[in-house]
């Protein structure tokens, strides 16, 4: 039986339908799948970069965002211990300033942009298996839809942007290409009156967040050391104020006197890893392929990252399935490429014993108005790491570490 389309994603959110909407923009037949009916939250930090948000501006979307109510973030504090980061990145494209709207707010966006390209949706429709043709090629899947209903559909190419947990991965087969250990454990949730920018604090028991969004909400995140978990999880939320209290007292100065207007959300499982990109008729993008500490704030730019690079190295190549598979291949060691620094710097960023490695780094910033540009630059991925670790940095860095050689050293 020939395909019905010429591609099915599983999974209609920061991945998901970003992918669906470039190839349907590309011409092809997709179809969209997602478990969820939309609106619907999920675990996230919310925070697009600024990269991110070029890319939403260049697809079209990026004006429902602004129309949703969600405030521009053109301001970034990083605090840890003495030592105070502020200022902002230069932008990308024009655009200096991130956002981070409310899932339920973003992911209606984003399927939508996909539906307006031509992807026909199906939300509610879990996806149960794949289907294979004679060469173990991945021809289609198998769906569960309302009330129970099953039914196969097929395709040329099969997209598991279904998440860290990805199903379609685990029916791939995909295997894991690099992996090292969990860092951190998050808890956060949503208040009404704190007045803040985009904030980070770390403290001497862990870290802390804020993100002003939708409603004139902030989300305030509070981070762990991985090996804390167990004793965090049986009283989250009381753990949850001590960090805050804790690590960022200026903050809890105003969450003391603010309404808590969401309930708690949290999570130990924050996996760092590549998996197998792609295989015969099958591809994962998005954290179904490569997932990292949320600390960076960095998941929902990478997604839409890796939306662009997969339709942009597939390009009119779908009907040949060797030419297919080329692409698909490319499009993986793209992606590993792309993400390897972000990926590496971001354990370092989340480990606990390399805190005065990083108060290092933030105490030579601060002495330039350029060193500091480029950190946030590089901290919003217009510049790669190399473009921060130039002559001068380490240079102060150096001398901040030879006037606290006991503060600093590490």
Not at 55 to 77: I, M, N, Q, Y
Not at 106 to 111: E, F, G, K, M
């Amino acid at each position: 039986m020939s395909a019905v389309y010429d591609v099915i994603v599983v999974g209609a959110r920061c991945a998901g339908s970003p992918t669906a909407m470039l190839f349907s923009r590309a011409g092809y037949r997709v179809l969209l799948v997602d478990k969820a009916n939309f609106p619907a939250d999920t675990l996230s930090t919310l925070y697009i970069q600024q990269p991110g948000v070029a890319r939403l501006a260049r697809w079209g979307l990026l004006d429902a965002v602004k129309a949703s109510g969600c405030p521009p973030l053109d301001h970034v504090v990083y605090e840890l211990g003495d030592v105070r980061v502020e200022g902002c990145s230069s932008g990308i494209d024009g655009i200096r300033e991130a956002y981070a709207p409310r899932r339920s707010v973003l992911d209606p966006i984003l399927a939508d942009g996909a539906v307006a390209a031509g992807a026909e949706f199906r939300p509610g429709h879990e996806f149960t298996g794949l289907l294979y043709d004679d060469d173990h090629r991945v021809v289609g899947v198998r769906l569960r839809g309302p009330g129970g209903t099953a039914s196969t559909e097929r395709a040329r190419l099969v997209v598991g942007a279904d998440g860290m947990r990805s199903a379609v991965a685990l029916q791939c087969g995909a295997q894991t290409t690099v992996e090292h250990e969990k860092l951190t454990c998050a808890y956060y949730t949503l208040w009404q009156g704190p007045k803040t920018f985009f904030e980070m604090y770390e403290g001497p028991t862990g870290w802390v967040s804020a993100v002003p969004t939708n409603g004139g909400a902030v989300l305030i995140a509070a981070y762990y050391p991985q090996n804390r978990f167990d004793e965090v999880r049986h009283d989250a939320l009381a753990w949850y104020m001590d960090n805050v209290r804790t690590n960022a007292p200026a903050l809890w100065a105003q969450v003391e006197r603010s309404l808590q207007v969401e309930r708690l959300f949290g999570t130990g499982d924050q996996r760092n890893y590549f998996r197998q990109a792609s295989g015969p008729g099958w591809v994962l993008v998005g954290d179904a392929g490569h997932h990292k500490d949320s600390l960076s704030a960095r998941g929902i730019g990478d997604a839409f990252m890796q939306a662009q690079l997969l339709v942009d190295s597939v390009g009119d190549g779908l009907q040949d399935p060797a030419r297919l598979d080329a692409a698909l291949e490319e499009f993986g060691q793209e992606r590993d490429r792309l993400l390897t620094d972000t990926y590496n710097a971001t354990r370092l960023v989340a480990r606990a014993d390399a805190r005065d490695k990083r108060r290092a780094l933030l105490a030579a910033v601060r002495t330039s108005d350029d060193l500091t540009r480029r950190y946030f630059d590089t901290v919003a991925g217009i510049l790669p790491l190399q473009g921060l670790y130039t002559a001068d940095l380490l240079a102060a860095m150096a001398t901040q570490q030879a006037a606290e050689p006991a503060t600093v050293a590490g």
